[in-house]
């Protein structure tokens, strides 16, 4: 089992950059490939990114790519999303979550532990 901690939303305006990070406990955490989704306020969660296990393999949604980078450290057990060139529309809770799938890419049930998500928003 392990547990997932975010950090690092805020505030910031339209073209602005942010970086959100997530820290899990345990010792198994190279065990895991991490991603990150997204929930705004009336609109269900959606796959945000994905690093495997050990960080050699990404995917990201149509919507971020070439803004978002999402990378890990295994000797820290973090997983962290830069965040570039933000829009008012990505703003939302962003939640780090883990798979012990080898790469679970955008399915939601293939991940089995969560955070408690990072508020993210972004000013016109």
Do not use: H
Not at 6 to 11: F, N, T
Not at 47 to 72: E, H, L, N, P
């Amino acid at each position: 089992q392990v547990q997932l901690v975010e950090s690092g939303g805020g505030l910031v305006q339209a073209g602005g950059s942010l970086r959100v990070s997530c820290v899990a406990s345990g010792r198994t955490f190279s065990r895991y490939a991490m991603g990150w989704f997204r929930q705004a306020p009336g609109k269900e969660r959606e796959f945000v990114a994905v690093i495997s296990r050990g960080g050699d393999s990404t995917d990201y949604a149509d919507s971020v790519k070439g803004r978002f980078t999402i990378s890990r450290g295994n000797a820290k057990n973090t997983v962290t999303v830069q965040m570039n060139s933000l829009k008012p529309e990505d703003t939302a809770v962003y939640y780090c979550e883990a798979s012990t799938s080898v790469f679970p890419g955008v399915n939601p049930d293939a991940y089995a532990y969560w955070g408690q998500g990072t508020q993210v928003t972004v000013s016109s």
